[in-house]
């Protein structure tokens, strides 16, 4: 990523790091997004971190597109897969990483972020799914033959490119 960055902006500033140790001085942001990355990040050290750049009133917020399982087609395609999902759940209360003292309440929002793909591009992109990089080979392999399957057989994904409903869920608090 570091490099599309330098590629697309040859100006621009960057530094590597991590959220449990960002190259960067205390109160020195006015906000830190992560996107689709939270449920990597270290919960004990990462939010005392985050905290430590963010200027007071800053804002921290964590965001990731979840499959919209409202729908009925998606959910069978859960259970058509039987993945173990990786993320932190979508619609509950704010997850522990910014249940921290340095951070006033999280607000939640929801919003409806559909995407065209085809059944081909959607197993494509479930390949790239956190629980498809942990798990075994073997596992990933089958799972992935399922919702294949499973898509062969629904009207609404067996005809070409589709309309796969996502929700893009946002977190966000501010820094006391």
Do not use: K
Not at 45 to 58: D, F, M, S, T
Not at 150 to 168: D, I, K, M, Q
């Amino acid at each position: 990523m570091l490099a599309e960055l330098h590629s697309r902006f040859p100006g621009a500033e960057s530094a590597e790091g991590s959220a449990e140790a960002i190259p960067l001085p205390d109160s020195s942001v006015d906000a830190v997004v992560a996107g689709q990355a939270w449920h990597w990040f270290d919960p004990e050290l990462a939010p005392a971190e985050i905290a430590r750049v963010l200027r007071p009133g800053g804002v921290v917020a964590a965001l990731w597109n979840g499959d919209d399982t409202d729908v009925d087609w998606v959910r069978g395609l859960h259970e058509a897969g039987s993945w173990r999902r990786a993320a932190p759940a979508a619609r509950g209360p704010a997850p522990a990483f910014l249940q921290h003292a340095a951070f006033g309440p999280a607000e939640h929002g929801a919003f409806p972020n559909p995407v065209r793909t085809s059944a081909t591009g959607l197993v494509a992109t479930l390949g790239t799914h956190s629980w498809a990089l942990v798990a075994e080979p073997a596992e990933r392999d089958a799972a992935l033959g399922r919702v294949r399957d499973y898509l062969a057989t629904r009207p609404e994904t067996s005809a070409g490119e589709f309309e796969f409903p996502l929700v893009t869920e946002v977190i966000r608090a501010l820094r006391t």
